[in-house]
């Protein structure tokens, strides 16, 4: 019987590798940013807009600015309700997230910006621990143990539609059906929880220079 690590390998590449970003507002990846600039975006659900090193965000779609292209450097990140600076390095990502208590929370995103996969990142805005991302056409886990407020990223093979489980304790919270996967692009899956009911989204990776 094929191992369940075989069956997803052929479904998921998977790298740990971060590298440079080209890309613009149709989040694909092209080669018209300084590669050793780097990308702050914010992951704010409720918040009408953010401003990145001076630059206004208004479209949070579904909670989620696009990447503003940065140099390296120390970078404010501002909303309505926090403000905070992140020391920036070369050729990096990064996502400020509004935790429940108001406090920016900043992450590094591993992107790798392959032209043969797509970049799959998965935050979890909810009080449960460990939660993972699930692909039920591999019957295996992308990406597992995310905690709360958290997020993670994974390289998956592209092009691919592929639908997402959202699980926690071997149960189903949320689901994101038919996902596109494009080569050279990438995805952002949020998880997102209201008086016990919860709400997972996939959103485009789009970027602003």
């Known amino acids: ?16 590798a971060a590298g440079p970003a080209f890309a613009q507002d149709d989040g694909l990846y ?3 940013f300084d590669p050793n600039s780097s990308f702050i975006r914010v992951l704010a659900p409720g918040e009408a807009f953010a401003t990145v090193d001076g630059t206004e965000v208004r479209n949070l779609d579904e909670g989620v600015s696009s990447y503003v292209n940065v140099m390296p450097g120390t970078i ?18 990064y996502t400020v997230v509004l935790s429940e208590t108001g406090e920016p929370e900043v992450l590094t995103d591993e992107m790798v910006n392959s032209p043969s996969k797509s970049d799959v990142s ?18 295996a886990v992308a990406i597992e143990d995310v905690a709360p407020g958290l997020g993670k990223s994974v390289a998956l093979k592209a092009p691919l539609t592929l639908d997402f489980e959202l699980r926690a304790g071997g149960e189903t919270l949320a689901s994101v059906p038919a996902v596109e996967l494009k080569r050279k692009a990438g995805v952002s899956i ?20």
Request: glycine share 4%; hydrophobic share 45%.
């Open 190 to 209: 949020v998880l997102t929880e209201l008086d016990g009911a919860y709400t997972a989204v996939a959103v485009p990776n789009s970027y602003t220079q």
């Open 1 to 16: 019987m094929k191992s369940r690590r075989f069956v997803l390998a052929g479904v998921l590449a998977i790298s740990a």
């Open 76 to 93: 404010e990140v501002a909303l309505p309700s926090a403000t905070t600076s992140i020391e920036v390095a070369p050729s990096s990502y």
């Open 122 to 139: 998965f935050y979890n805005l909810t009080g449960n621990d460990a939660v993972e991302l699930y692909v039920p056409a591999a019957k």
């Open 30 to 32: 092209q080669d018209v």
